[in-house]
């Protein structure tokens, strides 16, 4: 099988590089002349058989996905097929849908997990669209998610804007987990009593009922680094636990760890928190005046 | 009616000055010679008719209570009372009441909030204890609290200890309530939309359903300095937050509005979060390496 | 002045008997007969002088509020005002504002607090909107805010939408702080000590920190219900708060106590929770199996 | 190695068919005669060498657990060692290790993982105790353990009370975490787009960032019980949680999560939530009265 690949961002290259590894041939095309395989977009296109085509989009999510499905909508024949694996808010899949079906091009979104250690461990891929169209893409599914039954890091969820909805609740779930480990981590050094915390971390990975791949992470980073100290504790996020706890306010559903962990991102980017200088205002005033300590709460 | 009063810090020196106002003999007792009204705990006991005693501790919680407790039962006399007005935990209280039994001395717990302003406006107080106590102490009680009706600034709220359950309930209210406004005043601040912010609070005083004394505070704070420039993000707690969630935690009770409020302000106070570095090394982990920033989450 | 009031419900027949007891004189429109003063909107809009028309409009946010625009946009004059007291969302405010600005008829937006309260003791008020607009409409907002200084109940909070971001913001903290209060009331009566539950709000209206109308609110339900017997613990939301939480996350503001409150509600109205059985699941899992009890955690 | 086993409840006999299986020769006692190897604790004692005893206890924390202690203290010998295996608070273990101290026995604790499948899989350790206690018993450590390394699945964390300490955040972040996949799985089936949700949770068991061994347990749950329709969403907490949560705020420690997660618990048992009439009696009075729906908030 052939495919186009565009986008050589990390992810992208690396996406690349495994698909040749597992037999596909892949043309890739990057803004970027020093990854790219070809020139132009249109190279690209023409590389690949008309009709029949599988072109497999890995750049930003926003405007940079939409203007790409915009020139591939111009681009490609009836018949072609588009899969969005970068990190769109699933209501842009219905709209990407659209324009490509103005020209009866197909569309599949996939949401893909792994991060770097994709290329070696295999993607966790969620898939959505018709079936048809997923099954014309599983030589590449094969391809990047990990060895094993095809349904272990792999699914079909749904209809088009369900592979990007389920990994949208993905990330915000890892928000949610990855919080949790770093509360733990916080109570271990707190403790006079505790000795050894990475080795407390490190011996949770086997047997406990909470070791997971995220903990391992855990103990790789405090073995390269015990105490954290080069770390800061600065936490960016990408968008989409912000659109889960959006999502969950949309349906109602409860979601209060997933949010409390978003918010301690927020908080933790704070050089200095309005709200917490007006708790201290309010602790100041019913103490009288500023410089007084608060007699009260 | 002659009270006796131990402990002439801010809070207590403030209440002798109301309880005379309000007709009341007052003797006051201080370690610190320059505010004390006699030498000894002892001349203050011997001012005081035996037997028929009214004492009112107004000390720190914990052991400047217990140890003035201890000492006020070698002094005093059968029938005499004591009442703990401080921040005392709730299960102190039963602790004290059975130390003074010993000599037949009798107890009541009293919580006791406003602060500064209880001065000029009245006290809210809320008392544990027998009603025969609590009976002998209300002209202690009519003189502190708020004038007008006595059950608006005024109950006894049941048995000795009540007093001080009801006390930390109300100051765990206390932060959840600045919470909420400070959070709310935030996104004032973070809206380009809303070009007064500290005219839209004092609106907010009066006709709508958030109305309350502390948004007057707030208001009080911004109009001395709007945008909070002069006021540090760091906000302390006296402890009676924690022992809210303790109790939450111990009856069952879901408490996650209080427990957000006491967490956000722990995490006002710390210069480093453990946590957030873990979460940040966590991220790293699966962006490869350290001085990558973070493909997925 | 002569005012024109289209919707008449609850919220908008107080207001038109405030504003005539203030003086005003007030045309009422409304799709009810029984309610309404003229026969069809166009009535309302021939009553008044054209352009030097103010009508007030107080009907439910979106598709109603948007429709009413709509056709006062095709009836009303060059310079007329129309006023949107209703909870409409902030950003449907500038697009309100375009609709009437096509045939030069200006527009402000009102955010109004109070409640059924607000006909006597006066609403809350929140504008947006140019400042010219804002004094035209000024003898409205003195009849419908509390007596008193202006700035006690009544804000220009900033330019058009100003008014119902403030408004949103305002019931964002209600969330919360009725949350705290509820968490508080529920630790009342979880305690043995205390006896006296709803003796010991009532206390806390008078001389506390915490003492708010909110509060006062409470101890009449509680008076005229002790226990609370006759309520279902089933709490609607009317979106508002879920507007502040969204607008928290795309501000990067932390939010916990709002968002707990908001989820709160969520989970009072759920039958049965998807995720607490997937909690039960996974304890059940790793007991082994669903009927015995979970030996861990 | 012949080690004495006391408590052979669920976990106990699996811990002891697992040492047996690995080469150690144990003798359990147990009050049910049904499973006890012995019809005495005497008689387990004497099975063993004096002075040189292994003893494990696996019984309830709190008082069976203390009462064992006791027992032991007045049955060992000098030199003997006791090891309590249990969910004992960590601040129990200096009690414990001081009441065998009192005869020269020595004492280690042990926070063990695994459920039900440590059986099969190994359980994760976590010892706490001095050195040459922790080597006296390692043979018993590599009987239950994980296989492969040591360090994975077993840790020396400190001296006594390490253990127990670090088990108890082990479950607090347990917590967190599964509260974190039950609100993701909720918004998965809240989702009209997600057409299968267990295949969904399938694919994420390999190659994704949040792949770990509780979700493997959610994706067996769902596979016996699609729907979870035979459980109930009714969670009860094992007391571990709430440790963690009350040794956050001992350590002010922010732990908005793992409390959320606690939280969640406790409001999914409760029939009636006094709170939750609480908000809604509020929403009522300032509707005017409770027939009528809230015009605000």
Redesign the interface.
């Known amino acids: 099988m052939h495919v186009g690949l565009v986008g050589l961002g990390?992810?992208g290259a690396n996406m690349r590089t495994r698909m040749r590894e597992h037999g596909l041939e892949v043309t890739g095309y990057d803004r970027n002349p020093e990854v790219s395989d070809v020139a132009e977009l249109s190279d690209l296109v023409a590389a690949l058989p008309a009709g029949d085509r599988v072109i497999w989009v890995m750049v930003p999510a926003g405007e940079p996905t939409r203007s790409t499905v915009s020139a591939l909508r111009d681009l490609l024949d009836e018949g072609d097929l588009v899969i969005d694996g970068g990190n769109s808010h699933?209501s842009e899949d219905a709209a990407n849908a659209a324009t490509l079906a103005e020209r009866g091009i197909r569309y599949v979104d996939v949401g893909v997990?792994?991060?770097?250690?994709?290329l070696e461990?295999?993607?966790?891929?969620?898939a959505?669209g018709d079936a048809a169209d997923i099954d014309a893409a599983m030589p590449i599914f094969d391809a990047l998610?990990?060895p094993?039954d095809r349904?272990?890091?792999?699914?079909?969820?749904?209809?088009v804007?369900?592979g990007h909805?389920?990994k949208m609740?993905?990330?915000?779930?890892?928000?949610?987990?990855?919080?949790?480990?770093?509360?733990?981590?916080?109570?271990?050094?707190?403790?006079d009593?505790?000795?050894?915390v990475t080795?407390?971390l490190?011996?949770?990975?086997?047997?406990?009922?909470?070791?997971?791949?995220?903990?391992e992470?855990?103990v790789?980073?405090?073995e390269?680094?015990p105490g954290?100290d080069?770390?800061?504790?600065?936490?960016?996020?990408?968008g989409?636990?912000?659109w889960?706890?959006?999502?969950?306010?949309?349906?109602?559903?409860?979601?209060?760890?997933?949010?409390?962990?978003?918010?301690?991102?927020?908080?933790?980017?704070?050089g200095?928190?309005?709200?917490?200088?007006?708790?201290?205002?309010?602790?100041?005033?019913?103490?009288?005046h500023?410089v007084?300590?608060?007699?009260?709460?």
Request: charged share 15%; hydrophobic share 45%.
């Open positions: 990390k992810m699933y997990s792994g991060g770097v250690w994709g461990n295999g993607y966790g891929l969620m959505g998610r990990p094993g349904d272990g890091g792999f699914v079909h969820a749904g209809p804007g369900a909805y389920v609740v993905h990330n915000g779930i890892e928000y949610g987990v990855m919080q949790a480990y770093a509360e733990g981590y916080e109570l271990l050094t707190a403790a009593l505790v000795h050894d080795g407390t490190k011996a949770w990975t086997h047997g406990t009922v909470i070791r997971s791949w995220l903990l992470l855990l790789a980073a405090l390269q680094d954290l080069s770390i800061d504790d600065f936490v960016s996020d990408s989409e636990g912000r889960t706890v959006d999502e969950a306010i949309d349906h109602a559903v409860p979601a209060p760890v997933i949010s409390a962990a978003l918010f301690a991102r927020f908080a933790s980017r704070q200095d928190s309005p709200a917490m200088k007006a708790v201290a205002a309010l602790r100041h005033q019913f103490g009288g500023a007084q300590p608060a007699a009260d709460g």
